[in-house]
Every structure is written in structure tokens, then in C-alpha cells.
């Protein structure tokens, strides 16, 4: 299984990001997705989560500012980041939804 993370970077607070992740190796269709976020210093965390059926879940600091979507032609999951705030910033993980398969991270960084 490979998930391959993209589309981090430096941005201004308040400003958007879109994060993707493309995945092999796997019946993407069938697969819950999730993201996750480990800043410096602190633990993973849990982000969102988008089922194979497009149910989504987000933890109440993203709520409002964070879309998770998937295009399961394109096996690719995305975290559309609005809003952002200094404390987004993270490495940004993307996992199969059971969290036994996990990208390499792509990097957020959020200046005030």
C-alpha cells in the first residue's frame, strides 16, 4: 500500500491549502480515509475522516474550515484547509481509515 501526501506549504493565517493524497495498493472505493496532524512538540492527531460511502467527520477545531473529499476515479483524498490559524500548523498525515496503512506527511505551516 502506498498513500502519497502532497500540497503542504507556508501560508498566512487565514489563508487555504488543499492537501492530497493519492493512494495504490488498495480497493480505494472500499476504504475509509482519514487525516491526521502532529505538530511539534505534541501528538498525532486525529483530523477527519471521509468513509467509503462519503460520510464525514472532522474534530471540533476544524469544523467549518476543513473539508475532507475523496474522487475514487482518481483514488485520491483531499483536505481542503480554509481559515487557517497558526495552531494548523503540522505535519499532515493521510491513513486508510483503520490506520493500518499511512503516507509519509506533507508539511503545514501556518505564520501569524
Known amino acids: 500500500v502506498q498513500l502519497q501526501a502532497c500540497g503542504g506549504g507556508l501560508v498566512q493565517a487565514g489563508g487555504s491549502l488543499r492537501l492530497a493524497c493519492a493512494a495504490s495498493g488498495i480497493i480505494f472505493r472500499l476504504n475509509g480515509m482519514a487525516w491526521y496532524r502532529q505538530a511539534p512538540g505534541n501528538q498525532r492527531e486525529w483530523v477527519a475522516t471521509?468513509?467509503?460511502?462519503?460520510?464525514?467527520m472532522y474534530r471540533d477545531s476544524v469544523k467549518g474550515r476543513f473539508t475532507i473529499s475523496r474522487d475514487n476515479v482518481k483514488r485520491t483524498v483531499y483536505l481542503q484547509m480554509v481559515s487557517l490559524k497558526p495552531e494548523d500548523t503540522a505535519v499532515y498525515y493521510c491513513?486508510?481509515?483503520?490506520?493500518?496503512?499511512w503516507g509519509q506527511g506533507t508539511l503545514v505551516t501556518v505564520s501569524s
Open positions: 491513513a486508510t481509515a483503520g490506520g493500518d496503512s
Open positions: 471521509i468513509s467509503s460511502v462519503g460520510t464525514t
